[in-house]
């Protein structure tokens, strides 16, 4: 179990509620500030007063930073302003379960009662005016958490269960600011997307889906959707790359508008890589942004292209070049949705995997090299940690770089050949991740020319890649053929280009090459 942190404004209850999910848990609970005074034998006000806030805080992120690394179970009370430091609210996202109570500024000050003790508060003679801005300073840290619980009715033994139920989902976050959200990872539990859509509580739901899936899942996410919830407009596209198109996402805005939707609406995107591109790049038109929610059925869509917002089509130039930023509502990656894939398709879904562990994570590169058997056979359980932790690598970097200005760009490894692999081809000789693969070969032993990869991993990666069921080989015609479409990619600058470069196993960057450089190695 990961440790549960509470955070939340002062007087919303963490100290009353923490003690009892503890106890139902059957773990310890820790108090932050009564862990500090203890410790410093003075009281969080005389600490305030006698060290200033920065050196308050130090100890706080010190102190949260032992108990979210020491590898024990527990749930830990936050201090009001704990979560402000990014380092920390980071670290017990990606190592805890965060939930935020909240109550209103009213409540807050009147639980509080004498604010002698609360020397954050005690600023100016309001109480009520200072937790509200305090609380607006505080909203997008506050807001980056797996679930947000109001305690204003104080009913204790019910918010505790809202709690333990958090525990027991165990979701993953991407912590945007008021934009977050979670992705819940599971096992045949078509119940997690059912209660996914009650937390959105829309107005309507516009259903995007292709026939393939229709036909293979149809039954169970109607199942799930039920016939007592808002309203659902179908839309059944046609499957596959070739329909990328903004003739898809045309239709879809049709279908809706056509239902008269509202701004409450909900896009549920239920499919691969296509249609969920295709659906958030219309949502994020649809009156200028509706909310929708990702269901990947894929294994390439779970761990790569449901997460992290980017949305859009194709066009003749090449592949994704229209499109936008726009994050969804929520994520539900259900594996058993895998069991309908050919070992074609769950491959491609792997190269993705491979990809990220390359460029970020070395420990998940080496538990896909020793488990690969497994994960080419469709293991589900076996297969269920590697997906969360290649979506938790991928949420690291979208964390901190959105929209590709830096970092976000090492998730396009392999791409760059990839991508005008696919073009190349039609969209139909090679499957996005099968591309993937050859683009990532290719483009390491590239690097390993320019100076970038040392010797020898290129040939580790290429072995993977073949134990999990991927080509890894690609003639130079190919490449010859492949080569206007790399000049006309979308990270192109000038002369140069953004490349990811793999300079160890699980450690990249991203360096300019020159595209007469890439060329060169490429076709030596």
């Known amino acids: 179990m990961r440790p549960v942190v509470l955070s939340g404004f002062m007087g919303t209850g963490k100290s009353t509620i923490g003690p009892l999910v503890a106890a139902r848990l059957g773990v310890p609970f820790i108090d932050i500030d009564a862990e500090i005074e203890r410790a410093a034998g003075q009281s969080v006000a005389d600490l305030w007063q006698r060290e200033g806030e920065p050196a308050f805080r130090a100890r706080e992120a010190a102190l949260a930073e032992q108990l979210l690394t020491d590898g024990h179970a527990r749930v830990i009370a936050f201090g009001g302003g704990t979560v402000t430091d990014a380092r920390t609210r980071h670290l017990a996202i990606e190592r805890g379960l965060v939930i935020t109570l909240t109550a209103t500024p009213e409540t807050i000050a009147a639980r509080v009662g004498d604010v002698a003790a609360r020397p954050n508060l005690a600023v100016g003679a309001d109480p009520v005016a200072r937790a509200r801005e305090l609380l607006q300073v505080r909203a997008e840290a506050y807001a980056e958490c797996h ?28 912590p945007l600011g008021s934009r977050s959200y979670t992705i819940d990872v599971c096992i045949d539990a078509p119940e997690r997307l059912t209660a996914a859509l009650q937390r959105c509580a829309p107005s309507a739901i516009v259903l995007v889906t292709d026939s393939n899936v229709r036909a293979a899942r149809g039954a169970v996410i109607d199942a799930a959707l039920g016939s007592q919830g808002p309203p659902v407009r179908p839309i059944v596209l ?100 895998l069991t309908t894939l050919s070992s074609r398709e769950r491959a491609a879904g792997l190269a993705e995997v491979v990809k990220i562990a390359l460029a970020t994570d070395a420990a998940l590169f080496q538990r896909v090299e020793q488990c690969a058997g497994a994960l080419a056979s469709g293991d589900l359980e076996v297969l269920l940690p590697v997906v969360r932790d290649s979506i938790a690598a991928k949420i690291r970097i979208v964390r901190d770089d959105e929209r590709e200005a830096g970092a976000r760009a090492l998730l396009n490894l392999g791409h760059t050949i990839g991508h005008a692999l696919e073009a190349s081809g ?40 073949a134990k999990v069921g991927l080509p890894v080989h690609v003639d130079r015609d190919d490449l010859e053929s492949a080569w206007p479409f790399v000049d006309s990619d979308k990270k192109r600058k000038g002369g140069g280009l953004r490349l990811p470069v793999v300079t160890g196993a699980g450690c990249s960057h991203v360096a300019r090459v020159a595209v007469s450089e890439l060329r060169g190695a490429l076709l030596r």
């Open 147 to 174: 679930v947000a619980i109001s305690t204003d009715s104080l009913d204790v033994p019910a918010i505790a269960s809202e709690v333990l139920s958090c525990v027991a989902r165990d979701p993953l976050l991407v």
């Open 426 to 465: 039609g969209y139909a000789r090679w499957l996005h991740g099968e591309a993937v693969a050859l683009g990532t070969i290719a483009e390491m032993r590239a690097t390993q020319v320019l100076g970038f990869t040392p010797a020898g991993l290129a040939e580790r990666a290429q072995a993977v890649f």
């Open 238 to 337: 046609a499957p596959g790359e070739g329909n990328k198109t903004l003739q898809a996402i045309s239709a879809i805005w049709d279908a809706a508008l056509g239902a008269r939707i509202d701004r409450d609406a909900l896009v549920l995107a239920v499919g691969g890589g296509v249609v969920g591109d295709l659906a958030g790049f219309a949502a994020a038109c649809l009156l200028r942004g509706i909310r929708f929610l990702q269901v990947p059925t894929t294994l390439l869509a779970m761990v790569d292209s449901s997460v992290g917002g980017k949305t859009g089509c194709d066009h003749s130039a090449g592949k994704n070049l229209i499109g936008a930023f726009h994050q969804p509502s929520a994520v539900v990656v259900d594996l058993a949705h």
